[in-house]
């Protein structure tokens, strides 16, 4: 009895989409699932990982915008020396 993988439904959030990616590694690295599942959780896999790599994007850009475009380095050792 092979467990039903959800069809290709878009996840509702980032943190939804990285939860059915470890259940679904889960299951792949189990080798319980037979080859037709297994080929469907390797498709599903692969969506996921391109949604999340697309909300990563997306937070990117929204960073972008809002740090006026420049992204700074973040050093612990200025903001220390501020603080004493």
Not at 29 to 53: D, F, W
Not at 54 to 67: G, S, T, Y
């Amino acid at each position: 009895m092979s467990k039903k993988l959800p069809s290709n439904v878009t996840p509702t959030s980032f943190e939804n989409a990285m939860a059915e990616l470890a259940e679904l590694v889960t299951q792949m690295e189990t080798g319980q699932l037979p080859l037709e599942a297994s080929v469907s959780a390797y498709q599903r896999g692969s969506e996921l990982i391109k949604y999340c790599a697309a909300q990563l994007e997306k937070v990117e850009q929204q960073v972008k915008i809002l740090d006026a475009g420049m992204l700074k380095p973040f050093n612990t050792e200025a903001n220390a020396e501020d603080q004493a």
